[in-house]
């Protein structure tokens, strides 16, 4: 086989087989195919586009680039979920002992955040002593006994979309849904879940900037895991405005444990209860997703969900006493100050981005990946969309252990847009199964 004809095939746009992707990613992770030749592989594609066949060979060439993680010594039907990342998604936090307490085994491999959005792991280790360094086989032991455990990303997952999506970066070709389909679902086969939940975001804070992109992703990354054997389900959520009130590694740490005692905020306890039922139903505790919900809403406000937390906490040698204390236990910030409006109105937008930044610039998050980050920096919003304030309310408070300077407050200020109606948020787009 020669690349130049299969680059020629796609320009033409005439399929490609299976064989023949199989072929390129093999080529291309071993560098026998140069990385101009796939750039020019990943445009045509751009412009063209691939059929299902030809994104589940992409998407299972890539799986098999690397090591494929083996989660057979855990019991019963593993499932994951996948954001395609926001701001203040404190999700996973609520989602893993809560989906736990209801019985299915929740084996989740998370990362760290960069630039304006956080990761899972970040917002962990802002529990004392909490780590995510575990073995394979410990890792397995402890998601038998306490039905979760969450580690870092570890071996050689997936080489082959590290080289591509480094490629696509710099070539034009993020932006192309059977490329973003086949990156992100060859990282959830290749780490062994039986059952995938994937949250599509849309709006400001998201890769999807419309609603019409994400279900068009959504349906595809779907058709990807079910062609390929694992169940998929997806929803798409708003990403206009950050998740919840909180932002930042330890204040998110709080908002996840008030959530789990059934006191979280409105958006993302719905959330959590809506990909919990997915996560709830395929993993079998459920004869529907209405039965789901309800067996979760339950053990949001039995106990039993918070008591999972502490288990969980404990297992992996953080201190379980954060959920009943988590301002005497999470890290304080030597500085905070309050964001004043000055005017009255109804808020119609807080801009996604922009307020994931200013989180970053106080600490929050890394400008790039050696940077150290501050687990108690963030802010808090006491106003979402929707909300009334009146001149000299107090609409959100900055956390920081520098000096909070005046750029960080007109930031968060400008992107804090009040009008006299305001607007009613919307928070699930839809579910695609
Ligand atoms: N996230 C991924 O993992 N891959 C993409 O291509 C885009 C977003
Ligand atoms: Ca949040």
Redesign the pocket.
């Known amino acids: 086989m020669r690349m130049i004809d299969l680059i020629e095939k796609k320009q033409h746009d005439e399929a490609l087989t299976t064989d023949e992707i199989k072929w390129m990613i093999d080529q291309y992770t071993k560098e026998v195919i140069p990385d101009y030749q796939m750039s020019a592989m990943a445009m045509a594609i751009y412009f063209k586009g691939m059929t299902e066949e030809e994104r589940s060979a992409l998407t299972m060439a890539m799986v098999e680039s690397g090591d494929q993680i083996d989660l057979s010594a855990i019991e019963g039907v593993k499932v994951d979920k996948h954001s395609?990342?926001g701001v203040g998604d404190t999700t996973t936090l609520v989602l893993a002992p809560l989906v736990a307490s209801v019985g299915v085994p929740v084996a989740k491999m998370s990362g760290r955040g960069l630039g304006h959005t956080g990761g899972t792991i970040d917002k962990l280790e802002a529990i004392p002593g909490f780590h995510v360094e575990l073995s394979q086989n410990d890792f397995a032991e402890l998601v038998n006994k306490n039905k979760v455990a969450v580690v870092g990303q570890s071996g050689n997952l997936t080489p082959a979309?590290k080289k591509l999506?480094a490629l696509?970066d710099v070539t034009g070709t993020?932006e192309?849904i059977p490329?973003?389909?086949?990156?992100?679902m060859s990282?959830k086969i290749a780490s062994g879940a039986d059952a995938i939940v994937l949250d599509v975001k849309t709006g400001a804070g998201a890769?999807m900037k419309n609603v019409e992109q994400a279900r068009e992703l959504a349906e595809t990354m779907v058709k990807i895991g079910k062609s390929v054997g694992r169940d998929t389900m997806a929803v798409i959520s708003d990403m206009s405005q950050p998740l919840g009130n909180a932002i930042g590694n330890g204040l998110e740490v709080k908002e996840a444990i008030d959530t789990l005692k059934g006191e979280g905020p409105e958006d993302l306890t719905e959330l959590c209860l809506v990909l919990g039922s997915q996560m709830a139903y395929l993993g079998g505790a459920a004869s529907s997703l209405e039965d789901a919900r309800e067996k979760l809403e339950a053990n949001l406000h039995n106990g039993k969900a918070l008591a999972a937390f502490k288990v969980f906490v404990e297992a992996q040698g953080g201190d379980a006493t954060v959920a009943d204390d988590p301002d005497g236990v999470l890290p304080a910030a030597a500085f905070t100050k309050d964001i004043i409006s000055k005017e009255n109105g109804v808020v119609s937008e807080i801009v996604a981005d922009q307020v994931g930044i200013a989180a970053m610039m106080l600490g929050a998050g890394r400008e790039t990946k050696e940077s150290e980050i501050d687990l108690s920096a963030g802010l808090y919003l006491h106003k979402k969309v929707g909300d009334k304030v009146s001149e000299g309310d107090s609409i959100a408070t900055l956390y920081s252990n520098k000096e909070i300077k005046e750029e960080v407050v007109s930031k968060v200020l400008s992107n804090i847009r009040l009008s006299e109606t305001g607007t009613e948020p919307t928070l699930i787009y839809d579910i695609i199964q």
């Open positions: 395609t990342g979309d999506y696509r993020v192309s490329l973003i389909a086949s990156s992100i990282k890769f």
